[in-house]
């Protein structure tokens, strides 16, 4: 009888910050957000000069674990999640590790939108979610496959999640997500009236 195997799977972590210690006020987090976002202004004339909608710390703030405890102690959190993803994922690490890269904040107003991309030089990105309110968007991922596809076509509706073209995750609030970097994704438009604010991040192979 014949056999049908899933191969080369694409994975996807999905956890929370209160399941690993220490614990974070995700209330102080968010006003820590909100607060750096006010106070950078070149972070604010990057976000102008590149038309990016809302704010974002990546291009002028790199050290944030060093400057504010709450992030140092995120950055605590991260490291269990990821390290947790690298026994799932199986890799050999050689004896070296995987640490933090960069983190950097998100703040995306009403319309805001993040195009499709990936992290390139990282080993494993992922997004921590400070405040989704009703109406924000999900987080779209897209098969690696899909530029391949060629004159295949389309899949059902009602296909399986993993023959999916694209997959939408609606993370709540203190929910963390991994994935390997070269998976591209985006961030569609924000329909929720309020900020959605999240602190993304990458570990690289040391």
């Not at 640490?99 to 904040?105: C, G």
């Not at 060629?150 to 995750?169: G, H, N, S």
Request: hydrophobic share 40%; proline share 6%.
């Amino acid at each position: 009888m014949a056999q049908i195997s899933s191969l080369f799977v694409t994975r996807l972590y999905h956890g929370n910050l209160h399941e690993a210690a220490p614990q974070l006020d995700l209330a102080e987090l968010e006003q820590s957000c909100l607060v750096i976002a006010e106070d950078d202004e070149a972070g604010q004339t990057w976000c102008e000069e590149n038309g990016y909608p809302g704010y974002t710390s990546y291009a002028s703030l790199t050290d944030l674990p060093w400057r504010f405890p709450i992030f140092a102690d995120l950055v605590k959190i991260l490291d269990h999640h990821v390290a947790e993803f690298v026994k799932d994922l199986e890799f050999d690490l050689d004896g070296r590790a995987l640490v933090l890269e960069d983190l950097w904040i998100n703040i995306l107003p009403e319309g805001g939108t993040h195009s499709s991309h990936i992290h390139p030089h990282s080993v494993i990105s992922g997004t921590t979610y400070v405040a989704m309110p009703e109406g924000a968007s999900a987080l779209k991922l897209e098969d690696p496959r899909l530029s391949r596809m060629m004159a295949a076509p389309t899949r059902a509706k009602t296909a399986r999640a993993e023959l999916q073209p694209f997959i939408y995750v609606k993370p709540n609030v203190g929910d963390v997500l991994l994935w390997e970097s070269w998976l591209r994704h985006e961030v569609p438009m924000n329909m929720a009236e309020d900020e959605r604010i999240s602190v993304s991040f990458n570990y690289r192979w040391d």
